[in-house]
């Protein structure tokens, strides 16, 4: 049965290297939102960027990729979902939908320290590697990290290696 894999975690934390990870040991396909909203719309990006701009816009790009990920799973195929997934409520929204679709859904939570992710953020900015995809300042990464719910004992008990 295919299985949904759920990558969550704090920005800096390590998410995208993993995401990047699980597609060569599960031979599945990735879905990225950073790339996906750098694609669709980072021409469009307003100079003072706010959540207000950035959240339906997301919610938009989660709807889509999720369409587009119900035939790579009926077809037995893993998704990797590199979404972040920042709040508690968008990670069971995504949880409840593979299941009710009749997929197995794997649960990754990766974290590092705070400051070594506000590092490897700023690093990030500077090489602009395999996994950069957009300038994340310093004020963003405080506000993002600031916005990040924690996971509960439950969703950690649902987590793979847990």
């Known amino acids: 049965m295919a299985t949904v894999h759920i990558i969550f975690g704090p920005l800096g934390a390590g998410k995208s290297t993993l995401a990047r990870q699980l597609v060569a040991d599960h ?22 960027l706010g959540l207000n701009w950035v959240w339906p816009r997301v919610r938009r790009c989660e709807t889509l990729i999720w369409q587009t990920c119900l035939p790579i799973l009926q077809a037995g195929n893993d998704v ?15 949880r409840t939908l593979a299941l009710e679709a009749g997929f197995q859904v794997a649960g990754h939570f990766v974290d590092a320290d705070r400051q070594l992710r506000r590092e490897r953020v700023l690093q990030r900015n500077k090489v602009k590697g395999e996994t950069f995809t957009f300038e994340v300042t310093g004020p963003m990464f405080d506000a993002m990290d600031a916005g990040f719910q924690r996971p509960t004992d439950l969703e950690m008990k649902e987590c793979v290696g847990a």
């Open 80 to 94: 990797v979902l590199d979404f972040g997934f920042m709040t508690f409520e968008s990670r069971q929204l995504h």
């Open 27 to 48: 031979q599945a396909i990735r879905f990225s939102i950073d790339e996906w909203m750098h694609h669709l719309y980072d021409a469009d990006r307003p100079e003072q």
